[in-house]
């Protein structure tokens, strides 16, 4: 059975940090580039970071830059969005998404939620004062 079981969302102020968790069953990450969507509030779900072991490519939204990062964990087949200097647009569920890697450029599917394979739940994170 395949599942993508998220963690680590919740409140924090604006300037702080969260660690979201994505641990990954039913599927290796050697196969399939995963990566986070979010969607806030009334708007549409949105790519924020994706990563291909298997072709090395990778996906980060402009405003991830200096804040977010993503990375894998081999032996825990699993994901982590490491954010920082989080501000209150940033506020949203967060979804661990996985699609299965092609040759080159697995993380462009990351453009659009259309072409995901598997989804988490979502966690929700929320920045406020």
């Known amino acids: 059975e395949v599942q993508l079981a998220e963690s680590g969302g919740g409140w924090v102020q604006p300037g702080g940090s969260l660690s979201l968790s994505c641990v990954v069953s039913?599927?290796?990450?050697?196969?399939?580039?995963i990566g986070w969507f979010r969607q806030a509030p009334g708007q549409e779900r949105e790519g924020v970071s994706c990563?291909?072991?298997?072709?090395?490519?990778?996906y980060n939204a402009d405003y991830t830059e200096g804040r977010f990062t993503i990375s894998t964990d081999n032996a825990k087949n699993s994901a982590s969005l490491q954010m920082r200097f989080l501000k209150p647009g940033d506020t949203g569920v967060y979804y661990c998404?996985?699609?299965?890697?092609?040759?080159?450029?697995?993380?462009?599917?990351?453009?659009?939620?259309?072409?995901?394979?598997?989804w988490g739940k979502g966690t929700l994170v929320t920045v406020s004062s």
């Open positions: 039913g599927f290796t990450l050697d196969d399939y580039a």
């Open positions: 990563f291909s072991r298997r072709d090395g490519s990778s």
């Open positions: 998404a996985a699609v299965r890697s092609t040759m080159w450029g697995s993380c462009n599917a990351f453009l659009s939620s259309a072409g995901m394979d598997y």
